[in-house]
Nanobody, 122 residues
Framework: VQLQASGGGSVQAGGSLRLSCTAS????????MAWFRQIPGEEREFVAA????????VYKDSLKDRFTISRDNAKNTVYVQMSSLKPDDTATYYC????????????????WGQGTQVTVSS
């Protein structure tokens, strides 16, 4: 199983980025898919999840107005569209897959991508 995250980069505050996570070795729609983010010295933070089999979206409350998670089953890829980015959004972003229940908890996830860096400058 491999999750390949991409799309990170440097952007000014107020800008947008779309991160992608392409899965191989698993059928993405059969898993809850999520994005987490982490800055050095801190725990991995839940960003958003998309429940399996066409289920609902789940967001960190403070991000739901700016971030949108989606999935393209044909491409076996999950996305997060991030808009109105702030310097506080600077982090390494990880995608993850699980069949577990507690989708907001990093420990639930069996499979992780390698991370993609997002840097937002003021």
């Amino acid at each position: 199983v491999q999750l390949q995250a991409s799309g990170g980069g440097s952007v000014q505050a107020g800008g947008s980025l779309r991160l992608s996570c392409t899965a191989s070795g698993l059928t993405l729609n059969a898993y809850h898919m999520a994005w987490f983010r982490q800055i050095p010295g801190e725990e991995r933070e839940f960003v958003a999840a998309l429940l399996r089999n066409g289920g609902n979206e789940v967001y960190k409350d403070s991000l739901k107005d700016r971030f949108t998670i989606s999935r393209d089953n044909a491409k076996n890829t999950v996305y997060v569209q991030m808009s109105s980015l702030k310097p506080d959004d600077t982090a390494t972003y990880y995608c993850a897959a699980t069949k577990g229940s507690w989708v907001r908890l990093a420990s639930t996830y069996e499979h992780w991508g390698q991370g993609t860096q997002v840097t937002v400058s003021s």
